[in-house]
């Protein structure tokens, strides 16, 4: 393995990572990619990020690191999508484990580098929210990215930080994260894509398939999250920029402020304390709210009359597109619901289909 490639908020990052190994080192020994186990609720019901022992079937590579290969499975009722990712992609997924804090976090990077003696060490984030102070007003999710980029601005080794998508996760305008971005790496292209196009026609994140999309040429803006937050979807949407380590952490104070912490309680305190809030949190909220929910039934005739008027709606707010998961939550489905209405739809329009994006239709 000559890479080592850090995904830096888990999720959609880990499939990024693998597009990012295509398009800059091609068919050569296949990476490393060292990623969460946090998806969101859709997929996991469980608030929090998953560790090694919320899983069957795992393999120690290190004794700090252990890899996640196709046949493992969550014990349930937890969740995880990387199973599924090691079985469709060539890359090994070695499982990036919170719950010890900072110091784990670099622990396991030191135990990686030190094992692996990669050519190359490379942290990916898509969108850019590792680049905010932890005070934006739009910002969601700060506590997964902020505790990797502390990790690897510890650890003994060249790590090179990359923005992918620069304002995609609907958490950090472009505009606020343009003036931090450093040289451009690289501009993705639909035969970039083509190495997780498979993968983006299930996989949930949203941030990730709008960079696919925009790779491919889609424009406009597309309506993500549960929250419905409009996304531009422009030129800057498929670049990777450079950004320097150094002042990442200096911007970042949440990253700074996780510095030797050893454990995920202690990361959650410093969040409520700097962020006001603590994501985990919310999902514990969310969880709680949704156990009380009743999902819709999967009826074909209401599903297209919700989706009708939701179109009408999202069209006269300016939106373009948007994602398959958006389309279940607002549709009150559960997430076991998303392949088949994914399914559904792509049986009955078709012609909307801008993968792995909806397109919203005109009239």
Known sequence: MKRLIVAAGGGGDAVAAAMLHAALYGDEDQAVILTYAWDRLLVDPVPGPRGPDNFAGLEQLTPMVWT???????????????????????HTFALLDPHHGEEGVTRQLEELVSHLSPESIDLLDVGGDILARGDEPTLKSPLADALTLAACCQV?????????????????????????????????TAKDVESV???????????????????????????????????????????????DLDEALSRNELARAVLTTESLDEVEAYSREICGYSEIDYERNKAAWLSQQSP??????????????????????????????????VLNLSGSQLDSIRRLLLGIKPEQHEAPLWKIRRY
């Not at 620069?166 to 501009?187: N, S």
């Not at 009359?305 to 279940?328: C, K, P, Y």
């Open 68 to 90: 996640v290969p196709a046949d493992a499975r969550p014990i349930a009722p937890a969740g995880s999508t990387l199973p599924r990712l090691a079985a469709e992609l060539p």
């Open 296 to 329: 819709s039934r999967l009826d074909s005739d209401a599903i297209l009359t919700e989706l009708d008027r939701f179109e009408v709606e999202a069209r006269n707010r300016g939106i373009t597109h948007t994602t398959f998961r958006h389309i279940t939550e």
């Open 156 to 188: 003994n080794a060249s790590v090179r930080l990359l923005v992918a998508g620069p304002g995609l996760d609907g958490e950090l305008p472009l505009d606020d994260v343009r003036g931090m971005l450093g040289p451009l790496i690289h501009t993705f």
């Open 197 to 243: 196009s498979s993968v983006l026609e299930w996989h949930p994140s949203e941030a990730t398939g709008m960079l696919a999309a925009t790779a491919c040429g889609v424009r406009g803006t597309c309506e993500v999250r549960d929250a419905g937050l409009p996304v531009p979807l422009t030129d800057e949407g498929p670049t990777v920029h450079q950004v």
